[in-house]
Protein backbone atom coordinates (compact mmCIF):
# COMPACT_ATOMS: atom_id res chain seq x y z
CA UNK A 1 0.00 0.00 0.00
CA UNK A 2 1.73 2.92 -1.47
CA UNK A 3 1.29 6.49 0.71
CA UNK A 4 2.34 9.99 0.15
CA UNK A 5 5.03 12.33 2.13
CA UNK A 6 5.53 15.45 2.70
CA UNK A 7 9.37 16.60 1.27
CA UNK A 8 11.57 15.48 3.81
CA UNK A 9 14.18 18.54 4.86
CA UNK A 10 16.06 17.39 7.84
CA UNK A 11 19.29 15.43 8.17
CA UNK A 12 19.29 11.75 9.54
CA UNK A 13 22.02 10.49 11.15
CA UNK A 14 24.23 7.74 9.66
CA UNK A 15 24.67 5.48 12.83
CA UNK A 16 20.20 5.69 13.24
CA UNK A 17 19.22 2.11 11.79
CA UNK A 18 17.18 1.80 8.71
CA UNK A 19 15.61 -1.06 7.13
CA UNK A 20 16.60 -0.47 3.39
CA UNK A 21 19.78 2.20 3.40
CA UNK A 22 21.78 0.61 6.76
CA UNK A 23 24.90 2.10 7.05
CA UNK A 24 27.34 -1.36 7.08
CA UNK A 25 30.64 -1.08 7.90
CA UNK A 26 33.49 -1.29 5.71
CA UNK A 27 34.73 -5.17 5.23
CA UNK A 28 37.87 -5.91 7.18
CA UNK A 29 41.17 -6.32 4.86
CA UNK A 30 41.86 -9.70 3.92
CA UNK A 31 45.07 -10.96 5.35
CA UNK A 32 48.29 -9.94 3.43
CA UNK A 33 49.09 -12.81 2.33
CA UNK A 34 51.25 -11.47 -1.05
CA UNK A 35 55.43 -12.87 -0.15
CA UNK A 36 57.36 -10.49 1.14
CA UNK A 37 60.53 -12.41 0.68
CA UNK A 38 63.34 -10.54 -1.36
CA UNK A 39 66.01 -11.86 -3.76
CA UNK A 40 69.49 -11.76 -2.55
CA UNK A 41 70.66 -11.37 -5.83
CA UNK A 42 68.74 -9.46 -7.09
CA UNK A 43 67.40 -7.19 -3.91
CA UNK A 44 63.68 -7.29 -5.46
CA UNK A 45 60.71 -8.52 -4.00
CA UNK A 46 60.20 -12.29 -5.11
CA UNK A 47 56.36 -11.77 -5.70
CA UNK A 48 55.77 -9.62 -8.62
CA UNK A 49 52.81 -7.90 -7.52
CA UNK A 50 54.34 -6.60 -4.45
CA UNK A 51 57.51 -5.73 -6.31
CA UNK A 52 54.66 -3.95 -8.89
CA UNK A 53 53.16 -2.10 -5.43
CA UNK A 54 56.62 -1.13 -4.22
CA UNK A 55 57.91 0.31 -7.59
CA UNK A 56 54.03 2.73 -7.78
CA UNK A 57 54.80 3.38 -4.31
CA UNK A 58 58.17 5.13 -4.99
CA UNK A 59 58.02 6.23 -8.89
CA UNK A 60 57.44 9.67 -8.45
CA UNK A 61 60.85 10.47 -5.98
CA UNK A 62 62.44 8.28 -7.87
CA UNK A 63 61.60 9.58 -11.17
CA UNK A 64 62.80 13.04 -9.94
CA UNK A 65 65.81 11.92 -8.78
CA UNK A 66 66.61 10.10 -12.04
CA UNK A 67 65.76 12.91 -13.92
CA UNK A 68 68.34 15.22 -11.53
CA UNK A 69 70.96 12.82 -12.08
CA UNK A 70 70.86 12.42 -15.92
CA UNK A 71 71.17 15.88 -16.11
CA UNK A 72 73.96 16.48 -14.05
CA UNK A 73 75.59 13.10 -15.67
CA UNK A 74 74.93 14.97 -19.30
CA UNK A 75 76.27 18.32 -17.77
CA UNK A 76 79.38 17.12 -16.57
CA UNK A 77 79.97 15.09 -19.92
CA UNK A 78 79.95 18.37 -21.10
CA UNK A 79 82.54 20.06 -18.24
CA UNK A 80 84.71 17.23 -18.90
CA UNK A 81 85.25 18.07 -22.59
CA UNK A 82 87.43 20.59 -21.79
CA UNK A 83 90.12 18.50 -21.79
CA UNK A 84 89.76 17.21 -24.92
CA UNK A 85 91.88 20.63 -26.28
CA UNK A 86 94.37 19.65 -24.03
CA UNK A 87 94.34 16.36 -25.34
CA UNK A 88 93.95 17.14 -29.76
CA UNK A 89 94.17 20.53 -29.78
CA UNK A 90 92.15 22.02 -32.52
CA UNK A 91 92.22 19.64 -34.65
CA UNK A 92 89.47 17.47 -36.70
CA UNK A 93 89.36 15.20 -33.53
CA UNK A 94 88.00 18.06 -31.07
CA UNK A 95 84.95 18.62 -33.59
CA UNK A 96 84.53 14.59 -33.36
CA UNK A 97 85.11 14.79 -29.68
CA UNK A 98 82.48 17.38 -28.75
CA UNK A 99 79.92 16.10 -31.31
CA UNK A 100 79.85 12.75 -29.61
CA UNK A 101 79.50 14.73 -26.34
CA UNK A 102 76.90 17.09 -27.44
CA UNK A 103 74.95 14.03 -28.60
CA UNK A 104 75.40 12.18 -25.31
CA UNK A 105 74.29 15.47 -23.49
CA UNK A 106 71.20 15.80 -26.04
CA UNK A 107 70.06 12.15 -25.00
CA UNK A 108 70.59 12.36 -21.88
CA UNK A 109 68.20 15.66 -21.55
CA UNK A 110 66.10 14.16 -23.29
CA UNK A 111 65.62 11.16 -21.44
CA UNK A 112 65.11 13.14 -17.76
CA UNK A 113 62.49 14.71 -19.77
CA UNK A 114 60.99 11.70 -20.37
CA UNK A 115 61.28 10.37 -17.11
CA UNK A 116 59.34 13.41 -15.48
CA UNK A 117 56.13 12.95 -18.04
CA UNK A 118 56.61 8.69 -17.77
CA UNK A 119 57.65 8.64 -13.66
CA UNK A 120 57.23 4.38 -14.19
CA UNK A 121 60.35 4.31 -16.66
CA UNK A 122 62.27 5.64 -13.66
CA UNK A 123 61.96 2.30 -11.42
CA UNK A 124 61.59 0.10 -14.59
CA UNK A 125 65.27 0.51 -15.68
CA UNK A 126 64.13 1.24 -19.21
CA UNK A 127 65.81 4.82 -19.27
CA UNK A 128 68.72 4.45 -16.66
CA UNK A 129 69.66 1.26 -18.08
CA UNK A 130 70.38 2.18 -21.68
CA UNK A 131 71.69 5.76 -20.17
CA UNK A 132 74.43 3.71 -18.31
CA UNK A 133 74.85 1.81 -21.83
CA UNK A 134 75.30 4.69 -24.06
CA UNK A 135 77.66 6.82 -21.22
CA UNK A 136 80.09 3.72 -21.04
CA UNK A 137 80.30 2.77 -24.76
CA UNK A 138 81.09 6.72 -25.14
CA UNK A 139 83.49 6.53 -22.64
CA UNK A 140 85.19 3.61 -24.20
CA UNK A 141 85.91 5.41 -27.09
CA UNK A 142 88.77 7.52 -25.25
CA UNK A 143 90.45 4.19 -25.37
CA UNK A 144 90.89 4.42 -29.42
CA UNK A 145 92.10 8.18 -29.16
CA UNK A 146 94.21 8.59 -25.97
CA UNK A 147 98.06 7.83 -26.02
CA UNK A 148 99.03 4.69 -23.83
CA UNK A 149 99.92 6.93 -20.79
CA UNK A 150 96.87 8.34 -20.55
CA UNK A 151 94.50 4.75 -20.86
CA UNK A 152 96.16 3.46 -17.71
CA UNK A 153 94.58 6.80 -15.77
CA UNK A 154 91.48 6.07 -18.01
CA UNK A 155 91.29 1.81 -16.82
CA UNK A 156 91.68 3.85 -13.05
CA UNK A 157 88.82 6.32 -13.45
CA UNK A 158 86.67 3.02 -15.04
CA UNK A 159 87.03 2.02 -11.43
CA UNK A 160 85.38 4.79 -9.96
CA UNK A 161 82.71 4.74 -13.11
CA UNK A 162 81.91 1.38 -11.55
CA UNK A 163 81.27 2.70 -8.25
CA UNK A 164 79.77 5.21 -9.68
CA UNK A 165 76.88 3.34 -11.60
CA UNK A 166 75.80 1.61 -8.55
CA UNK A 167 75.48 4.38 -6.31
CA UNK A 168 74.81 7.72 -7.63
CA UNK A 169 72.52 6.54 -10.54
CA UNK A 170 69.10 5.06 -9.26
CA UNK A 171 68.07 1.09 -11.60
CA UNK A 172 67.60 -2.05 -11.12
CA UNK A 173 70.34 -3.94 -9.39
CA UNK A 174 70.28 -6.59 -11.57
CA UNK A 175 70.34 -4.07 -14.64
CA UNK A 176 73.04 -2.63 -12.90
CA UNK A 177 74.89 -5.31 -12.08
CA UNK A 178 74.75 -6.08 -16.24
CA UNK A 179 76.06 -2.81 -16.83
CA UNK A 180 79.06 -3.09 -14.63
CA UNK A 181 79.89 -6.58 -16.34
CA UNK A 182 79.68 -4.88 -19.74
CA UNK A 183 82.38 -1.89 -18.22
CA UNK A 184 84.65 -4.65 -17.18
CA UNK A 185 85.14 -6.50 -20.40
CA UNK A 186 84.94 -3.74 -22.50
CA UNK A 187 87.67 -1.79 -20.65
CA UNK A 188 89.33 -5.05 -20.86
CA UNK A 189 88.96 -5.15 -25.00
CA UNK A 190 89.80 -1.61 -24.77
CA UNK A 191 92.85 -1.88 -23.23
CA UNK A 192 93.90 -4.94 -25.28
CA UNK A 193 93.90 -3.49 -28.29
CA UNK A 194 95.02 0.23 -27.52
CA UNK A 195 98.81 -1.04 -25.66
CA UNK A 196 100.83 -3.14 -27.40
CA UNK A 197 102.36 -4.54 -24.47
CA UNK A 198 99.50 -6.62 -22.52
CA UNK A 199 100.95 -9.55 -20.68
CA UNK A 200 98.28 -11.90 -19.17
CA UNK A 201 99.19 -11.48 -15.61
CA UNK A 202 98.27 -7.86 -16.00
CA UNK A 203 95.05 -7.95 -17.58
CA UNK A 204 94.54 -10.74 -15.08
CA UNK A 205 95.27 -8.29 -12.14
CA UNK A 206 93.50 -5.60 -14.37
CA UNK A 207 90.04 -7.50 -14.19
CA UNK A 208 90.39 -7.99 -10.36
CA UNK A 209 90.97 -4.36 -9.67
CA UNK A 210 87.85 -3.78 -11.61
CA UNK A 211 85.82 -6.41 -10.39
CA UNK A 212 86.57 -4.93 -6.74
CA UNK A 213 84.28 -1.54 -7.20
CA UNK A 214 81.84 -3.94 -8.91
CA UNK A 215 81.46 -5.71 -5.98
CA UNK A 216 81.24 -3.92 -3.64
CA UNK A 217 79.15 -1.61 -5.21
CA UNK A 218 76.83 -4.56 -5.53
CA UNK A 219 76.84 -4.86 -2.11
CA UNK A 220 75.86 -1.43 -1.40
CA UNK A 221 73.06 -1.01 -3.91
CA UNK A 222 71.66 -4.96 -2.81
CA UNK A 223 71.64 -3.05 0.76
CA UNK A 224 69.96 -0.13 0.07
CA UNK A 225 67.37 -1.63 -2.21
CA UNK A 226 66.89 -4.21 0.79
CA UNK A 227 66.14 -2.09 3.50
CA UNK A 228 63.82 0.41 1.61
CA UNK A 229 61.95 -2.59 0.40
CA UNK A 230 61.93 -4.07 4.11
CA UNK A 231 60.66 -0.32 5.24
CA UNK A 232 57.59 -0.57 2.33
CA UNK A 233 56.67 -4.08 4.03
CA UNK A 234 56.69 -2.82 7.32
CA UNK A 235 54.60 0.35 5.96
CA UNK A 236 52.10 -2.01 3.99
CA UNK A 237 51.50 -4.16 7.41
CA UNK A 238 50.78 -0.96 9.42
CA UNK A 239 48.04 -0.09 7.08
CA UNK A 240 46.61 -2.76 6.89
CA UNK A 241 46.82 -3.39 10.66
CA UNK A 242 45.02 0.19 11.09
CA UNK A 243 42.71 -0.87 8.40
CA UNK A 244 41.55 -3.94 10.23
CA UNK A 245 41.58 -1.81 13.67
CA UNK A 246 39.51 0.33 11.87
CA UNK A 247 37.00 -1.70 10.52
CA UNK A 248 36.64 -4.03 13.82
CA UNK A 249 35.93 -0.17 15.58
CA UNK A 250 33.21 0.25 12.94
CA UNK A 251 32.03 -3.53 13.97
CA UNK A 252 31.56 -2.86 17.42
CA UNK A 253 30.11 0.52 16.84
CA UNK A 254 27.27 -1.18 14.97
CA UNK A 255 26.87 -4.15 17.42
CA UNK A 256 26.43 -1.91 20.22
CA UNK A 257 23.74 -0.17 18.47
CA UNK A 258 22.10 -3.46 16.73
CA UNK A 259 19.88 -6.41 17.85
CA UNK A 260 22.61 -9.58 17.37
CA UNK A 261 19.60 -11.44 16.18
CA UNK A 262 17.26 -9.68 13.95
CA UNK A 263 19.95 -6.62 12.44
CA UNK A 264 16.84 -4.20 14.24
CA UNK A 265 18.42 -1.09 16.46
CA UNK A 266 18.51 -1.87 19.67
CA UNK A 267 17.37 0.04 22.32
CA UNK A 268 20.35 2.81 22.38
CA UNK A 269 19.88 2.77 18.22
CA UNK A 270 15.79 3.81 18.46
CA UNK A 271 16.08 5.43 21.45
CA UNK A 272 18.48 8.29 19.98
CA UNK A 273 16.75 8.34 16.13
CA UNK A 274 13.45 9.18 18.15
CA UNK A 275 14.40 12.12 20.13
CA UNK A 276 16.40 13.54 17.24
CA UNK A 277 13.68 13.26 14.71
CA UNK A 278 10.90 14.21 17.62
CA UNK A 279 12.80 17.42 17.59
CA UNK A 280 12.73 17.75 14.31
CA UNK A 281 8.82 17.31 14.26
CA UNK A 282 8.62 19.90 17.34
CA UNK A 283 10.70 22.18 15.27
CA UNK A 284 9.30 21.66 11.82
CA UNK A 285 5.59 21.19 12.30
CA UNK A 286 6.01 17.75 10.15
CA UNK A 287 4.30 14.58 11.21
CA UNK A 288 5.71 11.57 13.23
CA UNK A 289 4.36 8.57 13.58
CA UNK A 290 5.01 5.32 15.85
CA UNK A 291 3.80 1.45 15.14
CA UNK A 292 4.56 -0.79 17.67
CA UNK A 293 4.53 -4.43 16.97
CA UNK A 294 4.00 -7.78 18.84
CA UNK A 295 3.70 -11.03 17.72
CA UNK A 296 0.75 -12.82 19.15
CA UNK A 297 0.66 -16.11 21.30
CA UNK A 298 4.66 -15.99 20.50
CA UNK A 299 5.12 -18.21 23.52
CA UNK A 300 3.01 -20.91 21.78
CA UNK A 301 5.40 -20.82 18.82
CA UNK A 302 8.51 -21.22 20.84
CA UNK A 303 6.95 -24.23 23.16
CA UNK A 304 5.37 -25.76 19.99
CA UNK A 305 8.11 -25.59 17.22
CA UNK A 306 11.33 -24.61 19.73
CA UNK A 307 13.30 -22.18 19.86
CA UNK A 308 15.01 -22.30 17.07
CA UNK A 309 11.96 -21.85 15.23
CA UNK A 310 11.03 -18.77 17.27
CA UNK A 311 14.92 -17.34 16.31
CA UNK A 312 13.59 -17.79 13.30
CA UNK A 313 10.51 -16.40 13.01
CA UNK A 314 11.30 -12.89 14.73
CA UNK A 315 14.21 -13.31 11.86
CA UNK A 316 11.35 -13.36 9.29
CA UNK A 317 9.66 -10.95 11.11
CA UNK A 318 12.28 -8.12 11.03
CA UNK A 319 13.28 -8.97 7.17
CA UNK A 320 9.31 -8.77 6.11
CA UNK A 321 9.06 -5.03 7.79
CA UNK A 322 12.59 -3.77 5.96
CA UNK A 323 10.97 -5.04 3.01
CA UNK A 324 8.24 -3.16 3.95
CA UNK A 325 9.43 0.44 5.32
CA UNK A 326 11.52 3.40 3.47
CA UNK A 327 15.01 4.35 3.66
CA UNK A 328 14.40 7.27 6.41
CA UNK A 329 11.79 4.77 8.39
CA UNK A 330 13.43 3.52 11.70
CA UNK A 331 13.48 0.02 12.69
CA UNK A 332 14.06 -1.00 16.34
CA UNK A 333 13.67 -4.37 18.38
CA UNK A 334 11.98 -3.71 21.86
CA UNK A 335 13.06 -6.84 23.36
CA UNK A 336 11.06 -10.45 22.95
CA UNK A 337 8.69 -10.59 20.31
CA UNK A 338 8.38 -6.75 20.05
CA UNK A 339 9.53 -4.26 17.71
CA UNK A 340 9.15 -0.72 17.10
CA UNK A 341 9.20 0.99 14.00
CA UNK A 342 9.42 5.30 13.80
CA UNK A 343 8.22 7.34 10.65
CA UNK A 344 9.10 10.62 9.76
CA UNK A 345 6.95 12.56 7.71
CA UNK A 346 4.28 10.12 7.96
CA UNK A 347 0.82 10.74 9.17
CA UNK A 348 -1.53 8.77 11.62
CA UNK A 349 -3.68 7.88 8.39
CA UNK A 350 -0.52 6.73 6.39
CA UNK A 351 0.89 4.91 9.80
CA UNK A 352 -1.95 2.81 10.03
CA UNK A 353 -1.70 2.06 5.77
CA UNK A 354 1.42 1.16 6.55
CA UNK A 355 0.85 -1.04 9.60
CA UNK A 356 -1.96 -2.98 8.15
CA UNK A 357 0.27 -4.21 4.79
CA UNK A 358 2.52 -5.28 7.59
CA UNK A 359 0.09 -7.10 9.24
CA UNK A 360 -1.42 -8.54 6.20
CA UNK A 361 1.81 -9.98 4.95
CA UNK A 362 2.73 -11.29 7.91
CA UNK A 363 -0.11 -13.29 7.98
CA UNK A 364 0.67 -15.03 5.44
CA UNK A 365 1.32 -19.04 5.69
CA UNK A 366 5.27 -20.17 4.95
CA UNK A 367 6.88 -16.74 6.23
CA UNK A 368 9.36 -18.88 8.20
CA UNK A 369 11.10 -21.09 6.05
CA UNK A 370 11.90 -23.63 9.10
CA UNK A 371 8.58 -24.30 9.73
CA UNK A 372 6.44 -23.61 6.37
CA UNK A 373 3.34 -24.88 8.17
CA UNK A 374 3.40 -21.53 11.03
CA UNK A 375 0.83 -18.51 10.61
CA UNK A 376 2.30 -15.47 12.17
CA UNK A 377 -0.25 -12.95 13.19
CA UNK A 378 0.58 -9.68 15.24
CA UNK A 379 -1.14 -6.95 16.67
CA UNK A 380 0.13 -3.40 15.52
CA UNK A 381 -0.78 -0.17 17.60
CA UNK A 382 -0.24 3.50 16.50
CA UNK A 383 -0.04 6.58 17.40
CA UNK A 384 1.37 9.72 16.49
CA UNK A 385 3.24 12.37 18.61
CA UNK A 386 1.49 14.45 20.75
CA UNK A 387 1.62 17.86 22.06
CA UNK A 388 2.71 16.33 25.30
CA UNK A 389 5.22 13.80 24.76
CA UNK A 390 8.32 14.78 26.27
CA UNK A 391 10.40 11.65 25.92
CA UNK A 392 10.34 8.73 23.72
CA UNK A 393 9.28 6.52 26.48
CA UNK A 394 6.06 9.03 26.58
CA UNK A 395 5.36 7.52 23.44
CA UNK A 396 6.19 3.92 24.26
CA UNK A 397 4.17 4.40 27.05
CA UNK A 398 0.80 5.40 25.27
CA UNK A 399 1.45 2.69 22.39
CA UNK A 400 2.19 -0.02 25.21
CA UNK A 401 -1.79 1.04 26.12
CA UNK A 402 -2.95 0.46 22.65
CA UNK A 403 -1.34 -2.63 21.77
CA UNK A 404 -2.86 -3.79 25.26
CA UNK A 405 -6.37 -2.99 23.89
CA UNK A 406 -5.54 -4.24 20.50
CA UNK A 407 -4.69 -7.83 22.20
CA UNK A 408 -7.99 -7.60 24.08
CA UNK A 409 -9.70 -7.00 21.21
CA UNK A 410 -8.97 -10.39 19.59
CA UNK A 411 -5.68 -9.64 18.26
CA UNK A 412 -4.43 -9.64 14.61
CA UNK A 413 -4.99 -6.48 13.84
CA UNK A 414 -3.85 -2.70 13.47
CA UNK A 415 -5.31 -0.15 16.73
CA UNK A 416 -5.03 2.89 17.29
CA UNK A 417 -6.50 5.72 19.24
CA UNK A 418 -7.50 9.23 18.57
CA UNK A 419 -4.89 11.65 17.73
CA UNK A 420 -4.25 15.51 18.99
CA UNK A 421 -2.76 17.54 16.28
CA UNK A 422 0.92 18.68 16.90
CA UNK A 423 1.02 21.90 17.16
CA UNK A 424 4.94 23.37 15.38
CA UNK A 425 7.08 25.82 17.05
CA UNK A 426 6.54 29.59 16.60
CA UNK A 427 8.70 31.17 13.91
CA UNK A 428 11.01 33.39 15.35
Not at 157 to 166: D, G, R, W
Not at 183 to 196: D, F, R, W
Not at 267 to 275: I, P, V
Not at 282 to 294: Q, Y
Amino acid sequence: MSRTRPPDTSSRSADAPSQAASVAPRSAPATLTAPYRLSFWRAEFIDRETEQRYRGHVEASVAVYVSRALVVWGVLWLFFGLSDYYQFGMSFMLGCAWAVRIGLFCALFGAAILVRRRPALATSGLIMTPAMLLGITSFFGLYFVSPDEHIRWLAAVTMALIIELFVLFPNRVVYTVGVAGYTIVGTLVCVALNISETAPLRMLILAELLLIPAVSGWFAAQRFETTRRREFMALEQAEAEIDRRTALEIQLQKQARTDPLTGAGNRRAYADAAEREMAVSRASGRALSFVMLDLDHFKRVNDTYGHATGDAALVATANLCRDILGARDIFGRLGGEEFLIILPGTDHAQACAVAETIRARLARRGIVDAAPGLRLTATLAVTELEPDDQTVDDVLRRADAILYAGKNAGRDRVQAAEHVPLRPAATV
